[in-house]
C-alpha cells in the first residue's frame, strides 16, 4: 500500500482523505495542527456571540472514523523534503509515497505585523473569542462611563478590508447595535455608534459585479456603516487609525484586509507567487514535484485567461476530491485527469434579509439571496447535531434578536499573536487600487464616505 501523508485538515485536505477513504490501494495520514475541521465561513458569528464556537468546528476522527485507512494526528508539519520524500513534524519523521500540502492561509499585514496586536484577524476560533471579548467589552465600558468623549470612541468600530468577511463583520455590529444595544444598555444611546469599512478598492467586494456590491452598500449604510472607499490604512495603534491625514479613534479596530498563505510552501523552496501560494500544475501537483499535491488556498492554479482560483471553500473542496482521484488514477497506471473548477458562485451576507448571490448572470440580492444563503451554510455544516443546533439558533435570534453567546469573561483572553505571523516579513509598498481616481489625502471626507 502506498502511504498519503496530507497536511490540513480543512476543505481541501478533508476531501482527499474522503476520496481515498477505504480504497485498499493506500494508506493515509492526516496531520493537523488541530483536532477538528473548522467551518471558517461562519467564524463571524462565533466572534459576533451569534453561535458557539463547538457549533461550527468537527473533530476530524469522527469525520473520518469510517475509513480504516485513515489515520489522524494532531501535529505541526515543520517543513518537508521532497527529495528523501520526508515530512518533519513536531512529533517526528513520517515518509511517504505521496504528499498533499492543503493547509490553508493567513493574515496579512502587509509587513506591519505589529498592527496585529491592535486589529486582530479572524482565522481562528482563538482569534473569533478576542473580537467577540473586544466588541462586548467596548459595549460594556461604554455603558460604564460618564465620559462622552470616551462614550462616542468606545462606540466607534473599524473594520479594515472591504471582502466578504468585512462585511459580515460590520454588518454584524451595525445590527447588534440597533437592535440589541437599544434594548438591553440603558446608558447607551445606540445612535453614537459608528461603524467604519475602510478599504483600499473603489469599492466593496470587488469579486461581485459592481450592481451587487452597490446594494451591499447599501445595505449596510441601512445599518449605520459608513464605507471609506479608495482608502488605505497607514498606522493602527491602541486608540484607532490613521488614514492619509486622517484619524478615526476608535475602541475597537479588526483587520480583514488580506491573507497569505501559510509560509510552509516557500519553507520547502517550492515555486511560490507572491501570495505565497504553490504554483501547481493542472494535475494540481506541484511544479517539479509529481508526487507532491497542492489543494485550496495554499495552490496556485492558474486559469486559461491569467486569472487564478480564487480563495474559496468550494474551490477547496473540488481540488480536494480531484487530488485524491488522480492519486488513485496514478497508482493504477493510468493518467491523471486535469482539474476543472465548476464555478459554484459566491455569496455575502449583511444581516438579517440582507445578502447577495451571484452565479454567472444570475444576481440576487435582499431576501431570497439570503434564504440561499442559509441554506447553502447549513449544507455545508458537518454534523446533524451541528445544524440542528445552528438552525434552532438562527430561528430564536430571527424572531427574538436574543443574545445568543453574547457574554464574556476577562479570563477568556488567551489569543495571543499568532507565531507564524511574528516571522519578519518585507514590509510592502501599500499602493492605492489603481481604479481609485482619489485618495483620502487629497479631497475633503464629506467627498468620500458613501451616501
Ligand atoms: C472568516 C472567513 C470567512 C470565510 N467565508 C467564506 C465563504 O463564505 N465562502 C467561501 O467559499 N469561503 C469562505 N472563506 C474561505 C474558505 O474558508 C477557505 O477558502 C477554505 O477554508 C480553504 O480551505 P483549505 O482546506 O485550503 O484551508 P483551511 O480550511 O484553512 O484548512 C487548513 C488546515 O491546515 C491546517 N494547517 C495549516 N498549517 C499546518 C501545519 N504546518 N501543520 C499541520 N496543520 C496545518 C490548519 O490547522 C487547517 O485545519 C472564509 C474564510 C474565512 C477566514
Not at 473520518?64 to 508539519?77: A, D, F, P, Q
Not at 447588534?176 to 478598492?201: A, E, G, P, Q, W
Not at 520547502?268 to 508526487?291: H, K, M, N, Q, Y
Not at 447577495?356 to 439571496?369: F, H, M, T
Request: aromatic content about 10%; overall charge neutral.
Amino acid at each position: 500500500m502506498k502511504h498519503v501523508v496530507i497536511v490540513g485538515g480543512g476543505f481541501a485536505g478533508l476531501n482527499v482523505a474522503k476520496s481515498l477513504g477505504n480504497s485498499k490501494e493506500v494508506r493515509v495520514t492526516l496531520i493537523d495542527k488541530n483536532n477538528f475541521q473548522l467551518f471558517q465561513p461562519l467564524l463571524y458569528q462565533v466572534a459576533m456571540g451569534a453561535l458557539n464556537a463547538g457549533e461550527i468546528a468537527y473533530p476530524l476522527r469522527i469525520i473520518l472514523s469510517k475509513y480504516k485507512n485513515v489515520t489522524v494526528l494532531k501535529g505541526v508539519v515543520k517543513t518537508v523534503d521532497p527529495r528523501k520524500k520526508t515530512v518533519f513534524t513536531d512529533f517526528g519523521d513520517m515518509q511517504y509515497d505521496y504528499l498533499v500540502l492543503c493547509c490553508g492561509s493567513k493574515h496579512h499585514y502587509f509587513g506591519h505585523n505589529e498592527w496585529e496586536e491592535f486589529a486582530p484577524g479572524l482565522k481562528t476560533i482563538a482569534q473569533a473569542a478576542e473580537i467577540r471579548r473586544r466588541v462586548m467589552e467596548a459595549f460594556e465600558n461604554a455603558e460604564r462611563t460618564q465620559d462622552l468623549a470616551e462614550k462616542r470612541k468606545l462606540l466607534t468600530f473599524v473594520i479594515v478590508g472591504g471582502g466578504p468577511t468585512g462585511v459580515e463583520l460590520a454588518g454584524s455590529i451595525g445590527e447588534m447595535s440597533r437592535f440589541f444595544l437599544s434594548k438591553y444598555y440603558k446608558n447607551i444611546d445606540s445612535t453614537l455608534t459608528r461603524i467604519f469599512i475602510v478599504h483600499s478598492t473603489e469599492r466593496i467586494l470587488q469579486s461581485f459585479s459592481p450592481e451587487l456590491s452597490l446594494k451591499a452598500s447599501r445595505a449596510l449604510e441601512n445599518l449605520g456603516v459608513q464605507v471609506w472607499s479608495c482608502s488605505l490604512v497607514t498606522h493602527i495603534d491602541a486608540d484607532g487609525i490613521q488614514v492619509g491625514n486622517e484619524r478615526i479613534e476608535a475602541g475597537t479596530v479588526l483587520w480583514a484586509a488580506g491573507v497569505r498563505a501559510t509560509s510552509i510552501g516557500k519553507t520547502i523552496g517550492f515555486a511560490t507567487d507572491s501570495s505565497g501560494r504553490i504554483l501547481v500544475g493542472e494535475d494540481l501537483s506541484v511544479i517539479g514535484s509529481p508526487e507532491v499535491f497542492c489543494g485550496g488556498d495554499q495552490a496556485h492554479f492558474s486559469l486559461p485567461d491569467d486569472n487564478t482560483l480564487p480563495g474559496q471553500a468550494s474551490v477547496a473542496l473540488q481540488e480536494g476530491d480531484a487530488i485524491g482521484k488522480n492519486i488513485l488514477l496514478d497508482i493504477s497506471g493510468k493518467s491523471r485527469k486535469p482539474f476543472i473548477n465548476r464555478d459554484k458562485g459566491q455569496m455575502a451576507t449583511i444581516g438579517k434579509h440582507a445578502a447577495i448571490a451571484e452565479r454567472g448572470n444570475v444576481k440576487l440580492s435582499g431576501l431570497p439571496a439570503w434564504m440561499i444563503w442559509l441554506g447553502v451554510h447549513i449544507y455545508y455544516l458537518s454534523g446533524a447535531k451541528h445544524r440542528l443546533f445552528v438552525i434552532l439558533q438562527w430561528a430564536w435570534s430571527y424572531f427574538t434578536f436574543g443574545h445568543g453567546a453574547r457574554i464574556v469573561n476577562k479570563e477568556w483572553r488567551f489569543y495571543s499573536v499568532v507565531p507564524e505571523l511574528a516571522e519578519p516579513t518585507e514590509r510592502e509598498e501599500l499602493v492605492a487600487d489603481p481604479v481609485c481616481h482619489y485618495t483620502r489625502d487629497s479631497v475633503s471626507p464629506n467627498q468620500i464616505v458613501s451616501g
